[in-house]
């Protein structure tokens, strides 16, 4: 599957009475993430958005401002509440944080380049790469652990919307444990998926399968 969709494509209709249509967003860029090399910003890290990430979830808030949305559902995290909020203020919607979207825990990587980790922590750093399923990061959450929580979130979230489409706005490797897992892609591979900030991925909930439609799509935005 392609990881980012540049060509602009149709909103999905108005779903079906056993049907939920979940965008799952991740939030918009922060000077962490924008940072060369990129520091490790997991759920001990609560940044506001730049200048970019805010014009990035405006963007995303307008461009889902053709859909019909009945809920908006974020991370309790600063940078992914900002985000949602940008999405649900055309519908008139105030967002619910929901705990089990947080980032992940980067126990004492926080805040650290990939650079600096594989540096100051080589084993770990060599056992993370090589089985993120099994080893977390650095002292922290393990791929595996990160999609236990996350993903029987999501599908709840979208359990209790059928017949309607609902945003949900989360993190980078939230978005990777789950939707590497609704693929099928074993978690030790999760790492090849690596949602952009305010791409879009789509999912269905249709005869009690969630299904990824679409992911990471980038089209709305002017520049990322």
Not at 36 to 49: A, C, E, F, I, N
Request: charged letters at 25%; aromatic letters at 6%; proline letters at 5%.
């Amino acid at each position: 599957m392609s990881q980012e969709t540049t060509a602009a494509t149709p909103l999905p209709p108005s779903p079906a009475a056993d049907v939920c249509y979940a965008y799952l967003v991740r939030h918009g860029a922060t000077d962490a993430s924008s940072a060369k090399p990129v520091r490790m910003q997991g759920r001990g890290t609560d940044d506001s958005l730049s200048e970019s990430g805010r014009r990035q979830a405006h963007e995303t808030g307008q461009f889902l401002a053709e859909s019909r949305l009945d809920a908006v559902y974020s991370s309790p995290m600063r940078r992914a509440l900002e985000t949602a909020n940008a999405i649900g203020e055309p519908h008139g919607l105030a967002v619910t944080a929901v705990e089990e979207l947080i980032e992940a825990d980067l126990g004492r990587w926080e805040g650290l380049t990939w650079p600096e980790i594989e540096a100051r922590d080589h084993e770990a750093y060599r056992q993370f790469i090589a089985r993120p399923d099994l080893h977390g990061y650095g002292g922290g959450e393990s791929i595996t652990q990160m999609r236990d929580r996350a993903r029987p979130a999501i599908e709840r979230l979208m359990r209790g919307h059928l017949g309607h489409s609902i945003a949900i706005c989360t993190h980078r490797i939230v978005i990777r444990a789950c939707v590497a897992d609704l693929l099928g892609m074993p978690l030790a591979e999760s790492r090849r998926l690596s949602p952009s900030n305010c791409g879009l991925s789509l999912l269905r909930l249709r005869k009690d399968t969630v299904e990824v439609m679409t992911f990471n799509a980038l089209f709305h935005l002017s520049a990322w």
